[in-house]
């Protein structure tokens, strides 16, 4: 299934546009299913991804690592893993449990994924993950893609780009690429050195789009505003961006006018702190903490007057027995009365 429509059914569009348009990246330890109901108050129309969840994880962890609300539609699944039986298995349950997407992490360089045998790594395996993709294809109807890289170590020419994503297209039926336009360094630089130090290669990620016209492909990589996912659009089917989004959230309040066509006016700071208010006293009723959901909101309020004053508040409380939402009701005193933000 290739470039389905998808649309949360409050995004208020006067167009559809596909999934893969804009997504939110698979942060590992910050997109939890509390980071993406807040980034979904921000965007009814942004597909958002969860952390990677490992294949072992899912099958023979203890905790549900595929629990979500329902208001987080469109949501992908992101899987680490290298084992078809198993990547099918996992992406069975998620298309059971109504994920709209299930997306195999070829990108990520850390020593402990390449342990496991996935991630970045998998790049030298193409016929590997093709295999993965197949068998994952073969038992669900929901779309199957790939995030991967424009190369690891010194295979980075792109006739290796070139092959690695021919392969899986053709060997797996993979029809749905997210690139990350930095090579990665599989030994010697961390996953924060692998996201800064590699140089950025746009181009090379427009000329994969003109060499594969009917993949559908979104670009990923030290992407930091609306008018840079405007200018990649107008080369590529999606963008993806990933810290921006986490540190400066409120970037995603203009993704829904910008590049959905939607028509419903942006929520100011102030209403998304409310709006998040009936879904953090639900939460805290099942006994979550306060500080698990308030993290992810530090950044909402960056670069305004104020902001220091709201994010150290929410640290130096939310984390206290019995915090509620009054902690973020004081927090958001702390912003300037007159600033209609």
Not at 193 to 215: A, C, S, T
Not at 229 to 241: F, N, P, R, S, T
Not at 298 to 311: H, K, T
């Amino acid at each position: 299934m290739s470039n389905p429509l998808k649309t949360h059914p409050d995004s208020n569009c006067t167009e559809s546009f596909p999934m893969q348009r804009f997504s939110v990246a698979p942060m590992l330890d910050w997109t939890d299913r509390h980071c993406r109901y807040f980034h979904r108050i921000l965007s009814k129309n942004a597909l958002l991804y969860t952390e990677m969840v490992t294949t072992g994880a899912i099958i023979h962890g203890k905790a549900d690592y595929l629990r979500y609300s329902d208001e987080e539609h469109p949501i992908a699944l992101q899987l680490g893993g290298s084992n078809p039986a198993d990547l099918a298995h996992c992406a069975k349950l998620a298309q059971e449990r109504g994920y709209d997407e299930v997306n195999l992490n070829v990108g990520c360089p850390s020593d402990r994924v390449q342990n496991g045998r996935f991630g970045a790594c998998l790049m030298a395996e193409p016929l590997l993950v093709a295999e993965c993709v197949a068998a994952m294809r073969e038992v669900v109807d929901i779309p199957v893609t790939v995030k991967t890289r424009i190369g690891i170590d010194e295979q980075d020419s792109y006739q290796f780009l070139v092959d690695f994503v021919g392969t899986v297209k053709e060997k797996g039926g993979c029809d749905d690429f997210t690139i990350h336009a930095r090579k990665a360094w599989l030994s010697g630089l961390s996953p924060k050195e692998n996201r800064e130090i590699p140089p950025l290669d746009y181009p090379r990620v427009y000329q994969l789009k003109k060499d594969f016209p009917d993949l559908t492909m979104a670009i990923n990589g030290g992407i930091k505003s609306m008018d840079e996912a405007e200018e990649h659009l107008q080369h590529l089917d999606g963008v993806m961006i990933g810290r921006e989004a986490y540190q400066s959230p409120y970037i995603l309040a203009e993704v829904d006018h910008r590049l959905f066509g939607c028509e419903k006016p942006m929520l100011k700071r102030r209403e998304v702190v409310h709006a998040m208010f009936p879904y953090i006293e639900e939460q805290l009723s099942q006994g979550t903490y306060l500080n698990h959901i308030s993290r992810h909101m530090l950044g909402l309020f960056q670069n305004m007057p104020g902001a220091r004053q709201w994010r150290r508040y929410i640290s130096e409380n939310a984390h206290k027995k019995g915090s509620g939402i009054e902690v973020l009701e004081q927090a958001l005193a702390k912003i300037p009365a007159e600033l209609d933000v």
